[in-house]
Every structure is written in structure tokens, then in C-alpha cells.
């Protein structure tokens, strides 16, 4: 295999990375992937001498990082504030999602109407998150829904939200009782217990 055919397989690979990122759903997938292209085009084009070429996509990888970093920061990004359980945003925000809501969470629908604490998640005050729950008499919080979209799903949201209910005292534990089977690898990598058929998280 010569050289020039070596750098053209390096030039479509990175064509297919950087297509291929704009595929993702989730924001921080698409950066990630956009990065290693990028970078692989920035080789591409140092390799063939087009430095207009490789500047271009060092610029894209340096903006990639910038905004991962930001992404991966949600807690200094991130807004939580309480709202009403018939809030009417919230019902077009649940039926907007519904379709994949009801993937983590079948019930949905009964959960919602079963719910007496609601909490919008905002991204630079983009709403990418909703947690509707039950408070129980001992100060614990039963979480019904917590749900992210699709394009925020990485994006430490609900690390930054778990951590603001517990903060101040305001519940004293949390919980989800028999979660679906996606979701329960979601609650054992937030750290959430389980004890049975119930998946508890302290401060």
C-alpha cells in the first residue's frame, strides 16, 4: 500500500467520524466524535500539506473541548427550581417526550397524576430535565419520573439534580421503587442502594 493511499484512508475515516457524530442525539456524543475526526482531519491535513485545512479543523477540535468541559460541568451551568404539578409547560413537556419517557417509564401517565413535588432542569436555562415525586411522611422523596432528553442525557444532569433535593435538608433520602430495567442501570451508576425491590440515595 503507497503512501498517497494510506493518507486518503486517513481522510475518509475522518470524513465518516465527523458525519457520523451528526447523527447523535446526545450533545455530548456528537462532541466527542466530532473531536476524534476533526483531530484525525487536522493529521489528514498536515499529512498533505493543506494547512488552511488543518487550522480549520483545530479551531473545531478546540471548540469541541470547550464546550465538553462546559457540558461536563452542569452543576455550574445547571438550574433546578419547583413547579406546579399541573403547570401547563409540564404537560406539553411530557407529551412532547412522551414516547420516550414511557422507555424508562411505563407508567408515566399514572405517575405524573400521582406526583405532589415537581422539578424543572435547566441548561443555561433550557429546560432538559423534569423529576416528578411523592413526599413521604419521614422526609424522603419518592421519585416517580426523573427524566432526561436525549440531547442532555450525558451531560451530568442528574447528578447536579440528586445532589440539590438532598442539599439543605430538604428530603432526607430518596427513592424509586421498582424501577425499569434501563433506568436501574441509570440509579446504580448515580449511586442509588438497593434494599429489595427499592433503590435509596442519601446525602
Known sequence: ???????????????????????????????????????????????????????????????????????????????????NTDNAYLKEFMTFYGADMQRFFPEVALEKDEADAAYFVYYDLVPVGVLLGKKQDDGSLRILVDYSTPKYRDASVGRFMYKKLLANGRYTRLEFVDPSEKHEKYLNAMGFVKDGNTYRLSK
Open 1 to 83: 500500500m503507497d503512501t498517497n493511499t494510506i493518507y486518503e484512508i486517513i481522510g475518509y475515516a475522518s470524513t465518516v467520524l465527523v458525519l457520523v457524530s451528526f447523527l447523535m442525539a446526545s450533545v455530548v456524543k456528537l462532541r466527542i466524535i466530532n473531536t476524534i475526526g476533526s483531530g484525525i482531519f487536522v493529521v489528514y491535513a498536515l499529512l498533505i500539506g493543506s494547512y488552511p485545512t488543518a487550522i480549520l479543523n483545530l479551531g473545531i477540535v478546540t471548540i469541541n473541548i470547550y464546550f465538553l468541559f462546559r457540558l461536563l460541568r452542569a452543576e455550574k451551568l445547571t438550574t433546578m427550581l419547583p413547579i
